[in-house]
Structure formats: structure tokens, C-alpha cells
């Protein structure tokens, strides 16, 4: 069964407006990464953010963990079009690199 | 570029065949690889742990007759879908662990249609 659950499933929003999604989980993690994956194709690797950190900035990218509750929310500012892709959640409960993930975000940035 | 590479890339089978996919860590050794299944418009699901030198250690509900896992050398992981059928369609990844931080490197997946 899934960990993490995503929301919204899917967004859709103008290049320039900022992308927010929202992952939650269930148990204790070491750690919580964000991937994208363009259609049909592997995942890459966005960023990771370990369980004792609360904010961690890539870029563009912003991601934000609250262990408290369990939710992590992953921002993209300034979107391009370029961003178009689905986004998941991927927590690992040790550091075995085993990870599980959410039900991921589609977002369609519109040119 | 790619540090974990899948082959093939796409393959197309007969109803009842087996299909063998590869992982390789290109210019690592990974002891543990992990192998997932996306079905279209889902999210990837754990189906194994490869162990290099023992046996794979499978997710529940995953039927390890059907799913042979091989990880014979320390940069190659296989799994075989036996008696694959059109509901085992789907997009495989796997996935290794490199260094000490234990990052983790996605293959480019290998998408399975079975006719």
C-alpha cells in the first residue's frame, strides 16, 4: 500500500504562477525526497530533505517538511512550461533506500 | 548521464512467455537494487528488494514464481516475468544505491506490453 498520499492530483496553472503540492505520510521517516517524471519516462531526482530538517531550497524548487504532521509540500515558483510533469513524494523509513511513494501531482504548466 | 541503466527499453511479448529485464549500475557496485512496477497514470509500486549474492526479498501480494529477481554481480539485477500475461503490462523501474549518503539513482524503466 501506498505511504504517501499527494494532493492535488492534478494542477493546472500559467507559466509565471507558483506550483504548490502537498504530500502526506503515515509512519516515521529518516527521510522524504520529490521526484519528477516525465511521461513514460524514469524519475529524477529533485530533492531530499532529511526528517530533522524542516526547509530546504533547490533553485527554484522550495520544500518544507513537518514531521508533526506528517506532510511535506513542494513548491516550484516562477513555473515554465518545461515543469509539465508529475511530481511524487517518495519516503524512506531507513536508510536503506527503500522507498515508497505518494499517488504523485500531474501538473500541466499551460504556455 | 545515467548512472543506472534498464534494457530494454520497451519490449512487446507473446500471451504465456517470459521476458527478462536488466538493471545495471553503470559505474558503481550496488549491493541492494530495487525493482517497481506503474501501472498508466499511477504511482510506482515496491515490488522487490534485489540482494546481491542471496535471494530477492518480495512485497506483499507480489508473486515471487512470477517475478524472478537475479542479482548475481554487484552492478546487475534481472527480473524475469514468467508466463507474462496482459494484465502484467506495465512500466518496470529499478532503482540503486550509491555511496556512503546512500543516493539513490533511477533507471529509465522499461515499458512491458504483453499481446
Known amino acids: 500500500s501506498q505511504q504517501g498520499e499527494e494532493d492535488p492530483q492534478a494542477l493546472s496553472i500559467q507559466e509565471g504562477e507558483n506550483a504548490t503540492m502537498n504530500c502526506s505520510y503515515k509512519?516515521?521517516?529518516?527521510?522524504l525526497q520529490w521526484y519528477r517524471q516525465n511521461s513514460g519516462r524514469g524519475l529524477v531526482h529533485l530533492i531530499l530533505?532529511?526528517?530533522?530538517?524542516r526547509e530546504k531550497h533547490s533553485g527554484r524548487l522550495r520544500v518544507t517538511l513537518d514531521t508533526s504532521k506528517k506532510s511535506s509540500s513542494l513548491l516550484i515558483t516562477a513555473s515554465r512550461a518545461a515543469d509539465t510533469a508529475s511530481y511524487f513524494c517518495?519516503?524512506?523509513?531507513?536508510?536503506?533506500?527503500?522507498?515508497?511513494f505518494g499517488e504523485g501531482t500531474q501538473l500541466t504548466v499551460n504556455p | 548521464g545515467a548512472v543506472v541503466s534498464q534494457h530494454p527499453s520497451w519490449v512487446i511479448c507473446k500471451s504465456g512467455t517470459s521476458v527478462k529485464i536488466e538493471c545495471r549500475s553503470l559505474?558503481?557496485?550496488?549491493?541492494?537494487m530495487f525493482w517497481y512496477r506503474q501501472f498508466p497514470k499511477q504511482s510506482l509500486m515496491l515490488m522487490a528488494t534485489s540482494n546481491e549474492g542471496s535471494k530477492a526479498t518480495y512485497e506483499q501480494g507480489v508473486e515471487k514464481d512470477k517475478f524472478l529477481i537475479n542479482h548475481a554481480s554487484l552492478t546487475l539485477s534481472t527480473l524475469t516475468v514468467t508466463s507474462a500475461h496482459p494484465e502484467d503490462s506495465s512500466f518496470y523501474i529499478c532503482s540503486a544505491s550509491r555511496g556512503e549518503l546512500n543516493t539513490i539513482y533511477f533507471g529509465e524503466g522499461s515499458w512491458l506490453t504483453v499481446v
Open positions: 530533505i532529511r526528517s530533522n530538517e
Open positions: 559505474d558503481f557496485q550496488a549491493t541492494t
Open positions: 509512519t516515521s521517516i529518516n527521510n
Open positions: 517518495a519516503t524512506d523509513v531507513t536508510s536503506g533506500s527503500r522507498l515508497t
